[in-house]
């Protein structure tokens, strides 16, 4: 099973609301990651987790908060957005070993909407 | 700042042309490099994974290989399809990935 399920596949929210994103994966990777993507751009890296514990934050507002409860699950945790927020949200994961990464696996992504 | 480009930006093509998308990248002290696939609106898809002591890998009819002195990447799709359409991604990892600009290509019947 190489698969990362995410979790919800479209979220439409106020700039007052609080959601959460949930990734899942359970191919015993040890390492997993939230990333960003607008339109027409790759992917940028938010948050990795590498043995449940946050090892890269890359300078992402606290209005993002990132939450591994355990080794197969990733969540992330939102509250008072901007509309420039909205995005669509990829979780991946991947073996981790001496501070390298494998080959990364990608989940479907939340489309994000913020109004 | 390590920076990753890839060549061309687009591409519409025929179908059955084979076809070469290029990827540089400005430091050679990577670890691997990965090819991705993405569908619009759609995740990632890991097409070819390069470790850095490897120079080439293959899958059907995807080549890409690896010239770590020359800082390139090369993705060869072979005898194109219709259902190759999607945009291409590069990305080399340290740490983490760092993905390049992306190539959109079209394939027409």
């Known amino acids: 099973d190489t698969e990362v399920t995410q979790t919800p596949k479209h979220l439409v929210m106020g700039m007052t609301n ?98 | 700042k390590q920076e990753v480009t890839q060549i061309p930006a687009a591409l519409s093509v025929p179908e059955g042309e084979n076809l070469v998308l290029n990827c540089s990248f400005t430091d050679s002290a990577i670890y691997n490099l990965q090819w991705f696939r993405q569908d619009p609106g759609k995740g990632l898809t890991s097409l070819l994974l390069i470790q850095s002591s490897q120079r ?25 399809q219709p259902g190759d359409s999607a945009t291409y991604l590069c990305a080399f990892t340290t740490d983490k990935l760092i993905f390049g600009t992306g190539t959109r290509l079209q394939v027409f019947p």
């Not at chain 1, 987790?49 to 934050?57: A, P, Q, R, V």
Request: a positive charge; one cysteine or more; aromatic letters at 10%.
């Open chain 1, 18 to 115: 609080k959601k959460s994103l949930k990734c899942e994966q359970h191919m015993g990777h040890r390492a997993m990651y939230w990333y960003k993507q607008k339109a027409k751009k790759p992917p940028e890296l938010m948050f990795v987790y590498s043995y449940e514990k946050l090892s890269i934050n890359e300078s992402v507002p606290s209005r993002f908060s990132p939450e591994c409860p355990n080794s197969s699950l990733l969540n992330l945790h939102l509250h008072a957005l901007q509309p420039e927020d909205s995005a669509l949200y990829l979780c991946a994961s991947s073996q981790v070993s001496m501070g390298h990464s494998y080959e990364q696996y990608f989940g479907p992504g939340t489309r994000l909407t913020v109004t």
């Open chain 2, 56 to 80: 080439e890998q293959t899958s059907g009819r995807l080549n890409a290989s690896l010239d770590k002195s020359s800082g390139r990447s090369t993705l060869y799709i072979a005898a194109s």
